[in-house]
Nanobody, 127 residues
Framework: QLQVVESGGGLVQSGGSLRLSCAASGSTLRVYAVGWFRQAPGKEREGVSYISRGGMNSYYEDIGKGRFTISRDNAKNTIYLEMNSLKPEDTGVYYC????????????????????WGQGTQVTVSS
């Protein structure tokens, strides 16, 4: 059974950067597409970025375009989310989620399509 654990969150000033990690155990991430989601206080969870299991295809929601970069290192069983030019509105709990798939180049944007979720890591951006 795949388990994923997020890390790398913290407190950062506006304009700063953070690198989130999503480490998997219990199974290889090679057969999983992965997504990053976030939930701000008082708001619904929203998608941030997604990557195919092969790593060749990825997608960013508008909130992260031009500022965030998703990547994966299957050898390390880890997914990353590099976040630059952070804004106070980026504050929230960031979750990674994984979905097993046979499609090497497909990513999933619907949170309900993901089977495995981490506990989240808190990101706080001060103004």
């Amino acid at each position: 059974q795949l388990q994923v654990v997020e890390s790398g969150g913290g407190l950062v000033q506006s304009g700063g950067s953070l690198r989130l990690s999503c480490a998997a155990s219990g199974s290889t991430l090679r057969v999983y597409a992965v997504g990053w989601f976030r939930q701000a206080p008082g708001k619904e969870r929203e998608g941030v970025s997604y990557i195919s299991r092969g790593g060749m295809n990825s997608y960013y929601e508008d909130i992260g375009k031009g500022r965030f970069t998703i990547s994966r290192d299957n050898a390390k069983n880890t997914i990353y989310l590099e976040m630059n030019s952070l804004k106070p509105e980026d504050t929230g709990v960031y979750y990674c989620a994984a979905r097993s798939t046979s499609l090497n180049d497909y990513y999933y944007t619907d949170s309900q399509q993901y089977q495995h979720w981490g506990q989240g890591t808190q990101v706080t951006v001060s103004s």
